[in-house]
């Protein structure tokens, strides 16, 4: 069992900068892909970013490429989503989520355990 603690969202104008967190505790998780999903009111979850287990190698979804930057310290057990030059389109609940096999780290389906989630408001 892993369990995942999301923090870090909050209110911020449109251009700034927050990063999001995620403690994970339970097994090891530097043996877990991790990924980063939001879901704004009335539209399904979708994929942010994934990290690899190692660090190693990072994806982003189109839409916050060269905005947003994954990261990861296994030593601490700790997931981050750097997020910079923040749009109004960006307002969501963010989640962090972890998988033990590999496949389509885009997908939902694929993960295993998940955050409770971090609401992110961004003003215009």
């Known amino acids: 069992q892993v369990q995942l603690v999301d923090s870090g969202g909050g209110l911020v104008q449109a251009g700034g900068s927050l990063r999001l967190s995620c403690a994970a505790s339970?097994?090891?998780?530097?043996?877990?892909?991790m990924g980063w999903f939001r879901q704004a009111p009335g539209k399904e979850r979708e994929f942010v970013a994934y990290?690899?287990?190692?660090?190693?190698?990072?994806y982003y979804a189109d839409s916050v490429k060269g905005r947003f930057t994954i990261s990861r310290d296994n030593a601490k057990n700790l997931v981050y989503l750097q997020m910079n030059t923040l749009k109004p389109e960006d307002t969501a609940v963010y989640y962090c989520?972890?998988?033990?096999?590999?496949?389509?780290?885009?997908?939902?389906?694929?993960?295993?355990?998940w955050g409770q989630g971090t609401q992110v408001t961004v003003s215009s």
């Open positions: 989520a972890a998988r033990y096999y590999s496949g389509n780290y885009s997908s939902p389906d694929e993960y295993d355990y």
């Open positions: 339970g097994r090891t998780v530097s043996s877990y892909g």
């Open positions: 990290i690899n287990p190692s660090g190693a190698r990072t």
